[in-house]
């Protein structure tokens, strides 16, 4: 990890040198091994190490410049403060970016990184876990798609008042996608994964088990009349969509009439008072953790829906200021100051009268994933139109769907939740039980 408080002495020194008195800079460092394997074979191999520094710099006319660089030897970041410090001359005059008034502000605790295993452990354990799947069942063919990787993540800021942060934090991954090849039978995959601090604390065999109990479920399928059903996202599904349609918390987008939200939709009803949602990067069972943000305002849990009501927007500290606001730790940093989401929390708000269960459901259809949705959004007008996986349940029985699309309007859809079941399942976009919503449009095939 970079020593932040001697890269803050040094960049110091070297900005009173060029007269610079307004500054500051964002970086991040990551070492990443990942492997794949083809029926028992190591296939790729790959070991990368990136980074990235981003310098603003204000001149006496409190204009901004930024620029980028790989360096952050003394040589390095006394060329990238000159140049952004050139190009501030040229920068926009309204809406300035600033510092953040929370940069200094204290964080919250992090677990320390974990060390790394050797590469010929991750293909060891990725072959052995692609042994057992394809002897699960004599259908699945293959693995065609799968991952083992280990990161370790450095990130850093510091700016010129005196701010100065870093945190390391490590996490590994494992990702197994399946094929199957039956005679008279189109091809049926499926796919499960999983994260975790360390190889040691990854579930690899729950994410064996969950692979093969999918692909073995999709093995008999039928169509599917269209029509209007009752459906159940998945958490992975769930969590797609919600961020699919971001925007509606996100206070630039708002600012820049990119969202379905405006300044004025606070505190109105958009959603069914079953649901609450909160974006919650400290959450403990985030394992790939940031206690702070691109501009160094501290990460937080920031209630965003709230038994149906939208309760609050994720913010910059540029946003924050133009909206009366406090930022809350969501930005990033780039030519332009960016918002977004880390992790969400989605959980049962109001208490419903009616309990729901798959093993008792009757015509309801189980959505597994979603695909497409870089073409099937249309964030700004808040529909959506999206092929998937998933069931059919009749009478409790699950029967996989050969092929159909959802459809629906975001906002609507929000408000036609009728149910959130109480186990949550860890994805990497959050955390989020199942979610039912009434009333969808399925399209066969």
């Known amino acids: 990890m970079i020593e932040i408080n001697q890269l803050a002495s040094q960049t110091q020194e070297t ?9 500051d800079i964002y970086g991040s460092a990551v070492d990443e091994n990942s492997v794949q394997v083809d029926n028992g074979e190591p296939k790729q191999v790959k070991a990368s190490q990136r980074s990235g520094v981003t310098v603003r710099v204000w001149n006496e006319q409190n204009t901004m410049g930024i620029t980028s660089t790989t360096d952050v030897n ?13 190009a501030s ?35 060891e354990t990725l072959i052995k ?12 063919a293959s693995v065609p798609y799968n991952g083992l990787a280990q990161r370790d993540i450095d990130r850093f800021y510091l700016n010129s008042d005196g701010a100065a942060r870093a945190e390391g934090a ?16 189109k091809p049926r995959s499926a796919g499960a994964y999983r994260i975790g601090s360390h190889l040691d604390k990854l579930d690899i065999s729950g994410c064996i088990k969950e692979a093969a109990e999918k692909t073995i479920s999709h093995l008999n399928y039928e169509k599917i009349p269209s029509g209007k059903y009752t459906v159940v996202f998945s958490a992975e599904a769930f969590l797609s969509l919600l961020g699919a349609f971001s925007n509606i918390f996100n206070a630039q987008n708002i600012l820049d009439k990119q969202s379905l939200s405006t300044p004025e939709s606070l505190g109105q009803q958009i959603a069914s008072p079953f649901l609450s949602v909160c974006d919650d990067p400290l959450h403990p069972n985030n394992v ?3 206690t702070f943000d691109g501009e160094g305002t501290p990460t937080r849990r920031v ?15 540029g946003t924050a200021k133009r909206m009366n606001a406090q930022p809350t730790g969501h930005a990033n940093i780039g030519a332009k100051v960016t918002v977004s989401p880390h992790f969400y929390h989605v959980f049962r708000g109001a208490t419903p009268e009616t309990e729901y269960s798959l093993e008792t459901a009757d ?3 189980l959505i597994d994933d979603l695909q497409a949705l870089h073409a099937g959004v249309q964030a700004l007008q808040g529909s959506f139109s999206l092929p998937f996986d998933g069931w059919l349940i009749k009478g409790g029985e699950k029967i996989s769907i050969e092929s159909a699309t959802v459809a629906g309007d975001f906002l609507e859809f929000l408000k036609s939740i009728v149910f959130l079941e109480a186990e949550a399942e860890l994805t990497p976009g959050g955390i989020s039980p199942r979610v039912w919503v009434e009333n969808l449009s399925i399209t066969g095939e």
């Open 363 to 365: 015509n309801v259809v």
């Open 89 to 123: 001359f040229f920068g926009v005059t309204e809406h300035v970016p600033d510092f953040s008034p929370e940069a200094t502000v204290p964080l919250a605790k992090q677990d320390a990184k974990m060390p790394q295993v050797q590469v010929s452990t991750l293909i």
């Open 288 to 290: 790939a953790f940031t």
């Open 15 to 23: 900005a009173k040198r060029l007269g610079i008195k307004k500054f």
């Open 303 to 317: 209630p965003l829906i709230t038994e149906g009501i939208l309760s609050n927007f994720i913010h910059s500290a």
């Open 170 to 185: 490590s996490y590994t991954s494992l990702y197994l996608y399946t094929k199957t090849e039956q005679p008279d039978k």
């Open 74 to 86: 003394p040589l390095g970041l006394e060329l990238a403060l000159k140049t952004a410090y050139e």
């Open 129 to 140: 876990a692609e042994k057992e799947l394809l002897a699960a069942h004599e259908a699945i």
